[in-house]
């Protein structure tokens, strides 16, 4: 492998780039092994650039064969340029413009890395972002050098019939012999390098259009294995809602003749938004009843929609440099959450995402991976892609939304679109136009972007019944890091109320403490203080609501208060945050239990009665109360730990808990059981998938008690089954549990869908996040299964993945064998493909929370990686800073 300690690169070196490149002609001849890229550029010298007047030029490349080089028609050669591992450099350009034709060569088909031009089940396409496209050709590779390409495509007629690049299509013929043919397209719109794609194969067209507001007709095309056309409707559906909402709530209209998804097989992300060009893991295209979970479907919807949503923030606005990422990612995550809030129920949209921050942003935060939502300095750029850019990011935008107000934050964004379409920018040139409409100082809050860590906000409210008065403090931390030892207070912008005895909030007056708008106060120092006035009764507190900023809060309040609140609080985020703290700490005071038994049934008794009376209530829809039911989970109790965690210990009165629940609650479960009984067509909508995820839940809590009869219930749930969404989850649930028709089920589901590559992933995952002690066993055999490729990033995910990140019982043997086994596979996949390897080791970010045993042998297996002697820049960087 090339340099194994490579330097960082920093934000603070930021340079504008030296020579800029306006248009870009690509012909591009694939084939299997030799891919030949011939590049026209043309080329001038930036006269933004500081730089003095001899510039040598230095394009970007790897992993390249060139086979010629010329400038302004005149072959080069040595010493008139250079070659090493990474790039070309020219020593003396000429001043005035030029043109540079480079040919290089590629192959596809031994590209396991995914980066650059591959192939996937036979079809050509390309993944670019971060740094790909200098694995097509020579570059100037880098977000803030933005052009104009043209690309003509050219392969046999027989094996890449379909042929696609950005923009508008221009021309398509064959060729003399009829063999190959080619195709021209045309993206008026500069972009830079890492939007760039091109997709050759044979595959099947699901077509459709979409007018947009003012009038532009747009082609919309979804390409699919052949027969899986029927698969690609809810991913067209989801895309012309993504358009038309754009258009209504954020003013923003599409902007080429054709817009075109391609759905591959061999993905290392979920999608990627490239111009005109959407190419997605076809995991989150492909979507049937017999096929997709209503979790599949729910995330076709939103990713459709945030790629989509790129066209305008990311591709018309685009990054600076890559420490900008957030400003594309976390804004654009922030939309499609938006749309899937106004798709579906907005606050169990708003479960679910915080539910996902909390359960990966929040310890990747708290550990060694810790970074700020814009980082200042990367080894590898790849393993930026985040929870912190992407989900913590789309929260700081929310708070500005918070702070400002729905119109006033559109103010905001419609300067942003206005102000900076076709610029590459930065983060403060974001935050500005915020500051630009509101007139209010957003210094304060930058702090958001540039310091890494989750506040923490210790809260006291004490009452003077004489008074009518309560006063508030709130104590503001934030954990020192590595490199930054002392951290500056965050303006925190805190949405309260205060509930009366009836449970209705109370109409206070704020007499100390700055309030931003009505309910939402000012956190702006390590210690605020509030005074409340025309407080007439003891309050019950309901803060953070709606999760109104990433942080932690905690406060003093009783079983009493919590199950108060499950009951009253008008913010339905707050009552579902109650019962789920409720259950939590319920779970961990069994820990240390004296006499465990008699506390479970008590502590069991109080919490399951303040469920049963929200699960009663009319007023609550399906899916809502399906959030409650979900109690949370054993990765979610260890969280709240956070020091000298033993999974097993926390497993088993996780176990005990539940199920003892399940046992108070037997009566309210059959009736919810039987009340959303199947039978009737499957819809994909939100109501009815909230009948079936409340169906499920209820499945899943009686499950816990483990008597004959719930394994029977569970066994008829699985072999009745009419859609995937059931099935799964009856098979996740059984392979879990020493049930009679365990190997029966995983059999037969096995039999069922054997020959279909995305559904046989469920049956990977349902063994490997099995808490079974067999687990780590039955994942090494699935390992040498015919179906599972370890080449392939969604096998890897769904087996060794699924097995790492979504089983904290197993992975976390006490005798560190699961973490044996992945550092084990890591070096397997780190030969093959550095990104998903990466990814992987992720799954060691919170071992140093773990109780001794477990944490030395975490640490001795992270060890063995960094000892190996080949090992990509992205794996390295991650070993090394847990390590550090
Ligand atoms: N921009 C893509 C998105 O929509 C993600 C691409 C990530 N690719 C990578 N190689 N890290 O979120
Ligand atoms: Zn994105």
Not at 640 to 666: C, M, N, P, T, W
Not at 695 to 711: F, K, Q, V
Not at 740 to 756: G, L, M, N, T
């Amino acid at each position: 492998m090339k340099s194994e300690h490579p330097k960082p690169v920093l934000l603070a070196d930021y340079r504008a780039p030296e020579y800029l490149i306006d248009t870009v002609n690509l012909d591009i001849a694939l084939d299997p092994t030799k891919t030949r890229v011939v590049s026209k550029l043309s080329i001038r010298r930036n006269p933004q650039s500081k730089s003095t007047a001899k510039a040598p030029l230095r394009l970007d490349g790897e992993l390249l064969h060139l086979e010629s080089i010329s400038l302004n028609g005149k072959k080069l050669r040595r010493p008139a340029y250079a070659i090493d591992d990474t790039g070309l450099t020219i020593a003396s350009p000429p001043k005035e413009p030029f043109t540079l034709e480079v040919t290089t060569v590629v192959n596809p088909e031994k590209n396991t890395a995914l980066q650059g031009i591959y192939l996937s089940r036979g079809v050509y396409c390309s993944q670019c972002e971060a740094q790909g496209f200098r694995r097509i050709t020579y570059f100037l590779d880098r977000p803030d050098v933005l052009a104009r390409y043209t690309v003509r495509l050219e392969a046999d007629v027989a094996t890449a019939p379909v042929l696609l690049a950005n923009g508008n299509p221009v021309a398509r013929a064959t060729l003399p012999g009829r063999k190959r043919h080619y195709a021209v397209w045309h993206d008026p719109h500069p972009k830079p390098s890492y939007l760039f794609a091109i997709v050759g194969g044979d595959l099947a067209l699901l077509d459709s259009t979409f007018t947009t507001k003012s009038g532009r007709k747009v082609d919309l095309g979804i390409y699919v294995e052949h027969g899986k056309e029927a698969r690609a409707h809810w991913a067209m559906d989801s895309l012309k809602r993504s358009m038309r909402w754009d258009e209504t709530r954020f003013g923003r209209e599409y902007d080429l003749d054709v817009f075109n998804i391609v759905a591959v097989s061999d993905f290392n992300m979920g999608a990627m938004e490239n111009k005109g060009l959407n190419i997605f893991n076809d995991r989150l295209i492909l979507a049937s009843a017999e096929t997709a979970t209503d979790t599949t479907y729910e995330s076709i919807e939103s990713v459709v929609a945030h790629e989509y949503f790129h066209n305008w923030t990311g591709n018309r606005i685009t990054c600076r440099d890559w420490f900008q990422l957030c400003l594309k990612e976390g804004l654009t995550v922030y939309r499609d959450q938006e749309f899937s809030a106004e798709s579906r129920s907005r606050t169990v949209q708003r479960i679910t995402d915080v539910r996902q921050l909390r359960a990966l942003q929040f310890p990747e935060d708290q550990g060694p991976l810790s970074h700020p939502v814009r980082p200042d300095t990367y080894i590898e750029i790849n393993n930026f892609y985040t929870a912190t850019v992407y989900e913590k990011g789309a929260e700081v935008v929310r708070m500005i939304e918070t702070i400002l107000g729905r119109e006033k934050f559109r103010a905001g964004m419609d300067l942003y679109f206005e102000r900076h379409d076709g610029q590459a920018v930065t983060i403060e040139d974001f935050v500005a136009c915020f500051a630009d409409v509101s007139d209010l100082d957003f210094s304060q809050f930058m702090r958001w972007y540039t310091q890494s860590g989750t506040p923490e906000l210790v809260c006291d409210l004490t009452f003077d019944r004489r008074k009518k008065a309560a006063e508030l403090t709130v104590h503001q931390t934030l954990k020192p890091s590595h490199g930054k030892a002392k951290k500056q207070p965050q303006f925190v912008p805190l949405a309260i109320a205060l509930l009366g005895e009836n449970g209705n909030e109370m109409d206070f007056t704020v007499e100390e403490g700055k309030e931003i708008r009505p309910g939402v106060l000012a956190i702006t120092d390590r210690t605020t203080k509030f005074r409340f006035g025309n407080v007439t009764s003891r309050p019950v507190p309901s803060l953070l609501r709606n999760f109104s900023a990433p942080v932690n809060v905690t406060i003093a309040l009783s079983d009493d208060d919590l199950a108060f609140t499950m009951h009253h609080d008008s913010d339905l985020f707050n009552r579902w945050q109650a019962s789920n703290k409720y259950a939590a700490r319920s779970i961990l005071t069994l820990l240390d239990a004296k006499r465990p038994k008699p506390l479970v049934a008590s502590k069991a008794a109080k919490f399951a009665a303040a469920l049963e009376h929200a699960l009663r209530n009319p007023d609550l829809d399906d899916a809502y109360k399906a959030e409650l039911l979900k109690l949370p989970s054993v990765a979610d109790v260890s969280r709240e730990k956070s020091v000298r965690v033993d999974h097993a210990a926390i497993f088993e009165a996780h176990r005990a808990f539940s199920g003892a629940v399940a046992e108070k609650l037997a009566d309210t479960l059959d009736d919810v059981y039987a009340r959303t009984s199947n039978g009737r067509k499957f819809s994909p909508d939100a109501k009815s998938a909230g009948r079936r995820a409340l169906r499920n839940a209820a499945l899943s809590l009686m499950t816990m008690r483990g008597m004959d009869e719930d394994y029977t219930r569970l066994e008829t749930h699985y072999r009745k089954s009419s859609n995937m969404t059931d099935a799964a989850h009856a098979l996740v649930l059984i392979a879990g549990v020493d049930a009679p028709a365990r190997e029966s089920v995983i059999q037969h589901f096995f039999e069922r869908w054997k020959d279909d590559h995305l559904v046989i992933d469920t049956w990977f995952s349902a063994q490997a996040q099995s808490p079974r002690a067999e687990t780590l066993d039955d994942v090494k055999a699935l390992c040498t299964h015919p179906l599972f490729k370890i080449t392939t990033p969604n096998k890897v995910r769904a087996l060794i993945g699924a097995f790492a990140m979504g089983n904290p019982l197993q992975f976390n043997r006490a005798d560190g064998a699961g973490y044996d086994f992945l550092a084990e596979k890591v070096l397997a996949i780190d030969a093959l493909n550095p990104q998903v390897a990466s990814r992987m080791l992720g799954a060691f970010r919170s071992y140093r929370s773990l109780e001794p045993k477990r944490k030395n042998r975490a640490k001795a297996a992270l060890k063995r990686v960094a000892d190996a002697t080949h090992l990509s820049r992205d794996c390295r960087e991650i070993v090394s800073r847990m390590l550090e």
